[in-house]
């Protein structure tokens, strides 16, 4: 059954820099959803996301994935990024070809030479920029970088796709375009996405769940309707309906 | 004429006929100093950028040596060499003392901090955010390194023709720990030094000559590689 079988969990994951910013007891991410991370700016959403993604090592605590604890470090670290990828807030495009930015995970992963250029091709398109393959990747705008940076992360169909605000300072086009993307991929190949997000009427468009994030503590998670139209907790009432001030 | 407008006449001459004396020096010059250079890379490429991936915090004092050795003067470095490898020295048993050996390991401590020194400071500006990108895309430890020096290679290619620009143009310590032997240890810079004093003004300013141009060329690749870092896909 979709959506009941758990991809991700975290247990007393906690993370201290000068202060401890993030602390959580335990959360399940299922397998094919679509998450929606709101939350005030200095929440710990980033945090969340880099720890989840393996960047950060927690200061205590620990994450499951596929029901397996994760180490930070070695082959098995490596084994287990490598079925989950994240998308950057500024994404780092390669000093390269776009062709070559898309390929990069492929090639990681040693993926067959002669079907590399294929993948590349049928994925340009569907971030609608075919004909870019060639375009050196320092040349795009803003919004094509984005699409350029989401078509290299699903390029090895990842099991679960880390998104921090994946559409700040881009257009309504190009947010339409992407966010219309993730739900393609999600529909058709159950690709989990956590998104971390500013904008919670793009958590209410396309987030099936919403996990309200304040002070490095979870308030408040639900479907995303219910959160939006009856929020439990008073903090998240005040931030969905615009009256948290940060 | 003026011994500076002869030199340079003669100078041209001596150049296009190839003099076999100007041509020695010249060829050795180049050994030692592009030897040294490409051992410094070596070394110092993976040098600097395992401390530029570093928290800043945690390789200050190092950060802080490598800066001063970057200025170290090269009658420093020859004075301390000589030292090493002098009869009475540790390794004087080597026998390496007035050898192009021993040119190769001074220019190479003078270089070494220079390339591994500009990397780190490359590295550190991006370096963070391009590992985090290739780890995040799958890639394993050595992919990673790779694509961190690749991603920066503009920089670290000035790195290395600074390095260069630096070496070959010291004289202090290849003058110190080479001798500046006829035919065996002599170079450019030490070359001019001695001509000069022996009022061959002629040979000393075709070999300045010949260093000026090497130094332009070596500006000239800098500069393209400085221009290349801020647009081209190369
Ligand atoms: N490397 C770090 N060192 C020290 N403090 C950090 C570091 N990274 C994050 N923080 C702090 O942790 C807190 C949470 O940061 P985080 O980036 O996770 O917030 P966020 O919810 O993503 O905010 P925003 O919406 O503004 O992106 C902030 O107070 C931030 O200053
Ligand atoms: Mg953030």
């Known amino acids: 059954m979709r959506g009941e079988e758990i991809i991700l969990e975290v247990q007393n994951l906690s993370k201290v820099y000068d202060k401890e910013v993030l602390k959580l007891e335990k959360f399940s991410f299922q397998r094919g959803k679509i998450y929606g991370i709101i939350g005030p700016s200095g929440a710990g959403k980033s945090t969340f996301l880099r720890l989840l993604n393996l960047l950060e090592p927690p200061t205590t605590g620990s994450i499951y994935f596929k029901g397996k604890a994760v180490s930070m470090n070695g082959d098995a670290a490596l084994a287990v990024r490598r079925e989950m990828t994240m998308v950057f807030q500024k994404p780092l495009l390669f000093r390269s070809s776009v062709s070559e930015n898309v390929a990069y995970g492929l090639k990681a992963r040693r993926f067959p030479k002669e079907k590399t250029q294929e993948r590349v091709e049928i994925l340009l398109a569907k971030v609608g920029l075919k004909g870019f393959a060639n375009r050196n990747a320092g040349t795009l705008s803003g919004g094509e970088a984005q699409r350029v940076a989401l078509a290299r992360a699903v390029a090895f169909e990842p099991a679960l796709l880390l998104l921090d605000e994946p559409t700040a300072n881009l257009d309504p086009s190009n947010v339409e375009l992407i966010e219309r993307l993730i739900l393609d991929l999600n529909r058709e190949t159950g690709m989990t996405f956590i998104m971390v997000t500013h904008n919670i009427f793009q958590a209410r468009r396309i987030a099936q769940e919403v996990v309200f994030l304040h002070e490095g503590r979870i308030v408040e998670v639900g479907e995303t309707e219910k959160i939006f139209t009856d929020p439990q907790d008073q903090r998240t009432r005040d931030f969905v309906e615009g009256r948290m001030i940060y | ?234």
Do not use: C, H
């Open chain 2, 1 to 234: 004429m003026p011994p500076l407008l002869e030199g340079i006449s003669e100078a041209f001459y001596l150049i296009l006929t190839f003099d076999p004396y100007l041509m020695r020096i010249v060829f050795l010059s180049l050994q030692v100093s592009g030897t040294a250079v490409l051992l410094s890379t070596l070394v110092g490429v993976p040098l600097g950028t395992f401390l530029g991936l570093k928290p800043a915090g945690r390789t200050r004092l190092i950060s802080k040596l490598l800066y001063t050795l970057m200025g170290l003067p090269p009658v420093v470095a020859g004075l301390v060499i000589y030292l090493l490898f002098s009869r009475m020295g540790p390794f004087g048993v080597l026998g390496l003392l007035w050898t192009p050996a021993i040119m190769i390991i001074a220019q190479f401590v003078l270089a070494l901090p220079i390339i591994a020194g500009l990397t780190m400071i490359a590295i550190r500006s991006r370096g963070k955010t391009i590992q985090e990108t290739a780890l995040t895309l799958g890639a394993g430890k050595l992919l990673t390194a790779w694509t961190v020096v690749r991603e920066s290679r503009f920089a670290i290619f000035g790195a290395i023709v600074t390095g260069l620009g630096r070496v070959i143009a010291e004289v202090g310590a290849v003058m110190m720990v080479g001798g500046n032997i006829a035919g065996r240890t002599r170079v450019m810079t030490t070359a001019i030094v001695l001509e000069t004093g022996k009022g061959n003004f002629e040979l000393a300013v075709g070999l300045g000559l010949v260093l000026l141009l090497i130094a332009f060329i070596i500006n000239s690749l800098l500069y393209r590689f400085q221009e290349g870092g801020k647009n081209s896909a190369w």
